[in-house]
């Protein structure tokens, strides 16, 4: 395949390996192998989070360069999975261009989840989780209905394009909002462990544990800047909820 | 019964999570019985071996990544598949919780002890998933260097 091709096509697989929530050693290791395989005679990649940069050789010395950078995140294992199918097979098949790029369109165009189903997985996340903190049926309940509500809310704010501090925010204050009112109702309920099932759906799981696994591979700075993230996150499901507590509950501060 | 409600809760919140990040048919029961054996360990240290609730979590931490780094290998699929979602019940979101609750009402002793703990509590999992995730990379280079060696010894015969 022609340099030039080569590197376009590796930076879209990388790209799209970043944004489903790979490692950036996965990321950096599959695009070496792939041009590895390819037999391409000098491969330099360097890849953070938002950003990949790639160089490759020419057979006579001269060298091409690109650089991608990645602004949202959609983690979806499924495709990653599929992805990385995709980058062993090319290496033991090496097809042409343009069946890469029909691959990688093929398993971009694959859809999640519809809204309704999201709801109810959202629902099925917030009620155990509720119950897995102590709480009872009544909160299970009332954290599940409120899980629902949130799917929608992040969905909207899919469409949007906000920064992610401030939807955080607006989730959380939404939660906290909604347990008040539901605990108003019904006076069965606790609150706190209808919050509990509700936060654990905005907590930044994938940062963290990607953040983990960066540093050990000796990514620092990719590592550093998902740990931000989360704790970032974390400060804004905080804020939402302080925020809400301080205008309804009537408390300190 | 607690215990069983609390594992049986756990499966249900990881099998929800893992569909959130759209895995799907037998990836997605086993990263959902990941969570389950994840915090069953937790529960089996914290009843019968200590009752240090950092010492629990790094156990268990290593428990869920030796499960993640097998059955990513079964089932041809990074590891981060498994191990994201099994880690998800020990995440400290109640923890989270009761720290911004302090903070919120001005109880700066109880928002300090419990900030300590959220933050020992994410320590000693992020340590337990470094242990097990370096002895795995350690362990495969170790093989591929036996292989080459091999490879190599019989190529000259």
């Known amino acids: 395949m022609q340099t030039e091709k080569l590197l376009k096509c590796v930076l879209d697989l990388g790209e799209q390996m970043l944004i489903c929530g790979a490692e950036i050693s996965r990321v950096e290791d599959t695009i070496k192998r792939v041009t590895a395989a390819y037999g391409c005679p000098g491969t330099d990649v360097f890849v953070i989070t938002s950003v990949i940069f790639l160089s490759l050789e020419n057979e006579d010395g001269t060298c091409v360069t690109g650089n991608r950078r990645v602004t949202k995140y959609d983690t979806n294992l499924d495709k990653l999975h599929a992805y990385n199918d995709l980058s062993r097979k090319i290496c033991r098949t090496l097809p042409d261009e343009s069946d890469v790029e029909e691959e990688i369109a093929k398993i971009k165009a694959q859809k999640p989840y519809p809204l309704p189903v999201g709801c109810a997985i959202y629902a099925l996340t917030a009620g155990a989780f509720a119950v897995f903190f102590g709480g009872g049926w009544r909160d299970a309940i009332a954290a599940a209905v409120i899980g629902a509500i949130i799917r929608i809310i992040v969905y909207f704010q899919s469409k949007t394009k906000v920064n992610m501090v401030f939807n955080n925010v607006v989730s959380s204050a939404v939660l906290t909002l909604l347990a008040f009112l539901t605990v108003k109702a019904f006076p069965g309920c606790e609150a706190s462990k209808i919050i509990i099932g509700g936060i654990m759906l905005l907590m930044p799981g994938v940062a963290l544990t990607n953040s983990i696994r960066d540093v050990i591979s000796g990514d620092i700075v990719s590592g550093m800047l998902r740990f931000a993230e989360a704790m970032i996150i974390a400060l804004a499901i905080a804020a939402g909820y302080i925020l809400v507590s301080v205008v309804f509950g009537g408390g300190a501060i | 019964m607690t215990y069983a409600i609390q594992i049986l809760a756990a499966f249900f919140g990881s099998m929800g999570f893992s569909l959130i990040y759209n895995t799907r048919r037998t990836k997605m029961l086993i990263s959902a019985l990941g969570g389950a054996i994840g915090w069953g360990v937790y529960l089996l240290v914290t009843n019968f071996i200590s009752d240090s609730v950092p010492l629990a979590y790094f156990i268990a931490a290593m428990c869920i990544t030796v499960y993640a780094e097998i059955f990513a290998r079964i089932k041809k699929t990074p590891t981060t598949t498994f191990l ?50 370096t002895a795995v990379h350690l362990a495969t280079a170790g093989i591929r260097m036996i292989k080459k060696r091999t490879n190599k010894s019989m190529t000259e015969e």
């Open chain 2, 84 to 133: 994201v979602v099994g880690i998800i019940p020990m995440i400290p979101g109640s923890a989270l919780y009761y720290t911004m609750n302090y903070a919120f009402q001005n109880d700066l002793q109880s928002f300090f002890d419990t900030g300590v703990y959220t933050l020992k509590a994410a320590l000693s999992l992020a340590v337990g998933i470094i242990v097990v995730s």
